[in-house]
């Protein structure tokens, strides 16, 4: 038995909370996690384990056995990256969650001239608006954007989205312009479902942050949806520049309420703990605000 490879797979069935799920993530049998575990317990003299049917806990021993493991298998990798990064092209897999919308828009073309620059580095793409658990999906970095990241969140800021809200001038000449948020109650108002976004409206009044609770017309899981149906003329849509920049360019849709535009939304690289981040993740963080600085400075 590789010790270091045991201590791995305890540490990532232990995160998984079971051992169905790691088998799933390593693509082996449940097997042979089952007996890579067994193996360890009989080494050490020690149940680690309690499992059950739906789902496994740690004994004492487990616990307290599993951050002495992070702490081992983070020197060991940090020792080897110190060594090899210098000198060794980044390599292995890389898994990146990344929203929906503004990845397909903003990040695909940099994340394929990335995978195009780092051939070795097996990238792999999961595009989705949903606030995943990063450990649970094996994930190794997700791009979100956010008004405020979660406390404790390790991240890196790469940018900023203005929200505006925004209607087509035929909803506009049929219903009047609201000029203050309070008129939004009388208008038809179009937001994200519950499972994505279901947060009040916010702006700025008097300098201060104020949400609107509203009562949707239409609910969509996706931004483009929202902003097509704003388009059709079904009512009024708050979103993101990068979701709305088109429409308002070819006037299809019109910004409101200007003056009360809440601040800027966050573009985060968020990493799925304070562990020790391997290179791959470092170069693909670094490529990312490197090249998106250069775009808000219009030099790409």
Same mark, same amino acid.
């Given at each position: 038995?590789? $010790?270091?490879?045991?201590?791995?797979?305890?540490?990532?069935?232990?995160? %998984?909370?079971?051992?169905?799920?790691?088998?799933?993530? #390593?693509?082996?049998? $449940?097997?042979?996690?089952?007996?890579?575990?067994?193996?360890?317990?009989?080494?050490?003299?020690?149940? /680690?384990?309690?499992?059950?049917?739906?789902?496994?806990?740690?004994? &004492?021993?487990?616990?307290? +056995?599993?951050?002495?493991?992070?702490?081992?298998?983070? %020197?060991?990798?940090?020792?080897?990256?110190?060594?090899?990064?210098?000198?060794?092209?980044?390599?292995?897999?890389?898994?990146?969650?990344?929203?929906?919308? +503004?990845?397909? @828009?903003?990040?695909?073309? /940099?994340?394929?001239?990335?995978?195009?620059? +780092?051939?070795?580095?097996? #990238?792999?793409?999961?595009? &989705?608006?949903?606030? %995943?658990?990063?450990?649970?999906?094996?994930?190794?970095?997700?791009? @979100?954007?956010?008004? =405020?990241?979660?406390?404790?969140?390790?991240? $890196?800021?790469?940018?900023?989205?203005?929200?505006?809200?925004?209607?087509?001038?035929?909803?506009?000449?049929?219903?009047?312009?609201? $000029?203050?948020?309070?008129? #939004?109650?009388?208008?038809?108002?179009?937001?994200?479902?519950?499972?994505?976004?279901?947060?009040?409206?916010?702006? %700025?009044?008097?300098?201060?942050?104020?949400?609107?609770? /509203? #009562?949707?017309?239409?609910?969509?899981?996706?931004?483009?949806?929202?902003?097509?149906?704003?388009? =059709?003329?079904?009512?009024?849509?708050?979103?993101?520049?990068?979701?709305?920049?088109?429409?308002?360019?070819?006037?299809?849709?019109?910004?409101?309420?200007?003056?009360?535009?809440?601040?800027?939304?966050?573009?985060?690289?968020?990493?799925?703990?304070?562990? +020790?981040?391997?290179?791959?993740?470092?170069?693909?963080?670094?490529? /990312?605000?490197?090249?998106?600085?250069?775009?808000?400075?219009?030099?790409?």
């Amino acid at each position: 038995m590789n $010790r270091l490879d045991a201590m791995q797979l305890f540490v990532r069935v232990a995160e %998984l909370g079971s051992l169905s799920a790691a088998a799933n993530q #390593l693509g082996v049998d $449940r097997s042979v996690v089952t007996r890579q575990i067994a193996a360890l317990e009989e080494h050490l003299g020690s149940k /680690l384990m309690v499992r059950s049917t739906r789902r496994l806990s740690l004994t &004492s021993a487990g616990s307290s +056995y599993l951050e002495k493991c992070r702490v081992i298998l983070e %020197l060991v990798e940090e020792a080897e990256a110190g060594m090899m990064e210098e000198r060794l092209t980044p390599r292995g897999p890389l898994r990146v969650s990344l929203p929906l919308t +503004y990845g397909l @828009r903003r990040l695909v073309p /940099l994340l394929l001239e990335f995978s195009e620059a +780092y051939p070795e580095i097996r #990238l792999a793409m999961d595009f &989705s608006d949903r606030q %995943l658990n990063l450990i649970e999906e094996g994930i190794d970095l997700t791009i @979100r954007i956010t008004a =405020q990241p979660e406390p404790g969140a390790i991240v $890196r800021r790469l940018g900023s989205s203005q929200l505006i809200t925004v209607a087509s001038p035929d909803y506009l000449a049929r219903h009047g312009r609201p $000029r203050h948020p309070d008129e #939004l109650a009388g208008h038809a108002c179009l937001g994200y479902s519950p499972k994505v976004n279901n947060r009040p409206w916010t702006f %700025l009044v008097d300098g201060q942050p104020q949400a609107f609770q /509203l #009562l949707w017309r239409m609910q969509a899981n996706n931004g483009d949806v929202l902003a097509a149906a704003a388009v =059709q003329g079904l009512g009024i849509t708050m979103h993101p520049d990068f979701i709305v920049g088109e429409h308002l360019a070819a006037g299809r849709l019109e910004a409101l309420l200007e003056e009360f535009a809440p601040p800027p939304l966050g573009i985060y690289a968020v990493l799925a703990s304070n562990r +020790y981040v391997p290179h791959r993740v470092r170069v693909l963080i670094e490529f /990312l605000a490197s090249r998106l600085a250069e775009v808000r400075s219009g030099s790409a």
